[in-house]
């Protein structure tokens, strides 16, 4: 009885992938725009690093820069941010 179960749920999640259910050619509401939530951080003396042995630039406080020591996890910190601007100022 549980196999028939599974059988008939497995059809029916299959089916439910149908390409007549939904359409991939969908945009949205007339009525609403897109949006983008930021969020403004402060960094006290900012510099912008680029890491050879990355392919990003980010930026910190000179105050942790002086604290790298070579480390691999270390631009995982939750301090470092991700920088989109790609003018260098700094290359380690």
């Known amino acids: 009885m549980r196999n028939i179960w599974v059988f008939l749920f497995a ?3 299959l089916a439910s992938c149908n390409q007549s259910l939904y359409d991939i050619n ?3 509401e007339e009525n609403y725009k ?5 969020d403004t951080i402060r960094i006290e003396n900012p510099v912008r690093v680029y890491p050879k042995k ?6 910190l406080s000179k ?3 002086k604290a790298y020591r070579g480390e691999a996890d270390f631009f995982m910190s939750p301090d470092i941010f991700l920088s989109n601007n790609y003018t260098l100022i700094t290359t380690i």
């Not at 990355?54 to 930026?59: A, E, G, V, W």
């Open 11 to 13: 059809i029916l999640s």
């Open 26 to 28: 969908y945009k949205g």
């Open 34 to 38: 897109s949006f983008y939530v930021v």
């Open 54 to 59: 990355h392919d990003r630039i980010f930026i």
């Open 63 to 65: 105050d942790k820069l």
